[in-house]
């Protein structure tokens, strides 16, 4: 489950702060495990952070442990701030004292504003990764958010991690930019501890394995179209699209490289380049990105009218 999902739900019933103190105490135990030079970090909830007691359990648990606290690190969000000041200012005074590490987590999604990094000792930004999706693609303005982030953590003598990096180039890119830490499926997916454990065995070397960029997101969908190749017309189904392309359902044996305009509805028609096709299923580039709404789905007008489907080389039935 994602933590969006389960989080909100933990935090409503009043259960965020047994589950809480349960994640500490079970990342500071297996931390006991591992290599002196490995650091956990644990995200700590609003409600958390707002809990008197919660320097003490973090106490306890480094304590039953028997671990370094500066091995263990608190990500929390800025959403912390919304409280009153004092009372922020005082956590953060408590937590600093028992040695463990500070990071704010997601910078940049909330309630961002430099005066908190002015006021609250953390030791290192993490970058979200709404700002690493999409920062490889020409003309985003993400990269240089992304610059401009790591300058201020290094002006304040802080280290940063880029959130989400799952491809090739937007590994490249982050490290280009100087983030000193990198977080994302590029590296690995989730392992439990006994995974981990076998994992830190064979040394701390870590080993980019992903696609060089990133597909556009896409979307199913099914939606009747209308395809022109030299003044043939046919009717296909799309049933997944991106800004950038579709796989579209009714066209038999296409060759790479034929190129459509296609009537995407009512008075919306664009160019699109075959780039591969399998039985009745075709997959297409767009000459040029679609635009999107405001969830990030492509904006499509009503359907063209018609419904009937004509076969691209449609082959001869087996008897």
Request: glycine share 10%.
């Amino acid at each position: 489950l994602s933590p969006n999902k389960f989080i909100p739900i933990a935090e409503d019933s009043g259960l965020i702060a047994p589950i809480g103190e349960w994640a500490l105490r079970t990342a500071c135990s297996d931390l006991a495990h591992w290599p002196e030079s490995v650091r956990v970090a644990v995200n700590v909830s609003p409600l958390q952070f707002a809990n008197p007691a919660l320097p003490a359990i973090i106490t306890n648990a480094l304590a039953a442990a028997q671990i370094n606290p500066g091995r263990l690190e608190l990500e929390i969000t800025e959403s912390v701030f919304l409280t009153d000041d004092e009372g922020s200012d005082a956590m953060f005074t408590a937590l600093k004292r028992v040695g463990v590490r500070l990071s704010l987590d997601d910078f940049g999604t909330g309630y961002s504003a430099l005066g908190y990094l002015k006021k609250a000792p953390f030791d290192k930004i993490k970058i979200d990764q709404s700002f690493v999706r999409g920062a490889t693609i020409a003309g985003s303005k993400n990269g240089a958010i992304i610059a401009s982030i790591v300058s201020l953590a290094e002006a304040l003598g802080m280290e940063t991690t880029a959130e989400g990096v799952e491809t090739l180039d937007e590994l490249d890119l982050v490290r280009m930019l100087g983030c000193s830490h990198v977080q994302g499926f590029i590296y690995e997916k989730p392992l439990t501890f006994a995974d981990a454990s076998r994992r830190l065995e064979t040394g701390l070397t870590a080993i980019a394995m992903g696609p060089r960029a990133a597909r556009a997101v896409r979307h199913t969908m099914l939606r009747k179209v209308v395809l022109e190749n030299g003044g043939q017309h046919y009717h296909g189904t799309i049933r997944n699209v991106s800004a950038t392309g579709a796989m579209i359902e009714g066209l038999w044996n296409v060759p790479p490289g034929t190129i459509f305009t296609i009537l995407l509805s009512e008075g919306q028609m664009i160019t699109a380049t075959a780039r591969w096709c399998q039985q009745d299923r075709v997959g297409v580039e767009f000459a040029a990105p679609l635009a999107l709404d405001d969830n990030g789905r492509v904006a499509l007008g009503a359907a063209p009218a018609g419904d009937r489907t004509v076969r691209w080389g449609r082959p001869r039935q087996n008897r």
